[in-house]
Structure formats: C-alpha cells, structure tokens
C-alpha cells in the first residue's frame, strides 16, 4: 500500500473524545486496602476520584453531620464498560471507512495505469532513461519494462522525476516489501 494512503488515514483514538471533565463531584468515604478509610471526592459521572484525599481535619470533614455515603465502585465500572462499547463501534467504523478509502484508491490507480495520460508518461520516462533499469539490482537484466513509483505523493499528476524506469526482476524486488502492489503494476 502506498505511504501516502496510510499516512493520510485518520489516526483515531477512540477513548479521548469521551474523557470526563468531572464537572461535578461528590465527597464519598472511601475504604483503602489496608482497611482505613479516607476522604475523597468522586467524579457524579464517571466515578473516578477527583483530586487528592482529604485530611480527616478538614474543616469539611469536621463539620460533617454524619458519614458520607461510600465510594460508589459500580458507577466507574458502568462507565468505563460504556465508554468501552461506544469505543470499538468507533474504531470499527473508522476502520471500516479507511478499508473503503484504500480501495477507492486502489480502483482509481488500476483505472489510472489504463489511460493514455499514465500511457504518455511512462513512455517520456522510459524514453528517458534509454530503456536501461535505473536500479541495476543483483540479477538485473538491464532492459526497463516498467516504470516504477518513487513515491506516490503525486500520483495521477506525477512529476517524470518521481518514475523511474526498471527492469522486471529489479521491480519484483523494489516491491517484494509490498506484495499487494505488484498486480497494480503489472506489465502493460
Ligand atoms: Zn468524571
Ligand atoms: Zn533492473
Ligand atoms: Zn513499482
């Protein structure tokens, strides 16, 4: 696959967009490990601790009339179990879309290698280069066959500078890294 089209792919990173702003919060008692219990302030929505523990001094604490009620443990899990299906149908729709753009691609360069636009051009840049393999790769036969993508940045619209002239053998090679462009190239 050309660098271009993965390069050009959304990244998409499927959980930040629903990261909480904890934008309310409630004081909870909290139970450690060790079996103590502590302070602290619980996000209303997504049920993580907001900001540190509070000391037992704290005025807030001390004028407690009674117990605050306990840290909520299921409103996290609910949350992030959420947060997680809402995430892979995300991704799986990116991925589904970014499928069907490599394939558009791929249907439009095939249609492309067809046209007498990309006919001209590879005749100019074999002309060129006398019809010698610019790679000269061990095994090379020297006779160029086919032109070869130096990069695909500009493809539809390449600049000649952006061919170069190959024989089959060394074009084999400079695609063997990417087999799945070799029929997309085949000998025309
Ligand atoms: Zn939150
Ligand atoms: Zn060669
Ligand atoms: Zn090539």
Same mark, same amino acid.
């Given at each position: 696959?050309?660098?271009?089209?993965?390069?050009?792919?959304?990244?998409?990173?499927?959980?930040?967009?629903?990261?909480?702003?904890?934008? *309310?919060?409630?004081?909870?008692? +909290?139970?450690?490990?060790?079996?103590? *219990?502590?302070?602290?302030?619980?996000?209303?929505?997504?049920?993580?601790?907001?900001?540190?523990?509070?000391?037992?001094?704290?005025?807030?604490?001390? %004028?407690?009339?009674?117990?605050?009620?306990?840290?909520?443990?299921?409103?996290?899990?609910?949350?992030?179990?959420? *947060?997680?299906?809402?995430?892979?149908?995300?991704?799986?729709?990116?991925?589904?879309?970014?499928?069907?753009?490599?394939?558009?691609?791929? %249907? +439009?360069?095939?249609?492309?290698?067809?046209?007498?636009?990309?006919?001209?051009? +590879?005749?100019?840049?074999?002309?060129?280069?006398?019809?010698?393999?610019?790679?000269?790769?061990?095994?090379?036969?020297?006779?160029?066959?086919?032109?070869?993508?130096?990069?695909y940045r500009y493809v539809f619209d390449e600049p000649l500078f952006d061919l170069a002239s190959v024989c089959l053998s060394?074009? +084999?090679?400079?695609?063997?890294?990417?087999?799945? *462009?070799?029929?997309?190239?085949?000998?025309?």
């Open positions: 696959m050309p660098q271009s089209i993965v390069s050009s792919a959304p990244l998409s990173l499927p959980f930040t967009s629903r990261a909480c702003a904890h934008v *309310t919060a409630s004081l909870r008692r +909290r139970t450690k490990v060790n079996g103590s *219990t502590c302070y602290v302030m619980q996000c209303d929505n997504c049920g993580s601790q907001v900001g540190e523990e509070i000391a037992k001094s704290a005025p807030v604490i001390m %004028a407690l009339a009674a117990y605050p009620p306990e840290w909520d443990r299921e409103l996290a899990e609910r949350y992030w179990e959420e *947060t997680f299906e809402d995430g892979r149908e995300r991704w799986e729709i990116a991925a589904a879309e970014r499928a069907q753009e490599a394939a558009d691609w791929w %249907a +439009r360069y095939d249609a492309y290698l067809e046209s007498d636009q990309w006919q001209r051009l +590879r005749a100019r840049r074999l002309a060129l280069d006398h019809w010698q393999c610019q790679a000269m790769m061990n095994g090379c036969d020297g006779r160029a066959v086919q032109v070869h993508h130096l990069r060394c074009h +084999r090679k400079l695609h063997a890294a990417r087999p799945e *462009t070799i029929p997309s190239e085949a000998p025309r």
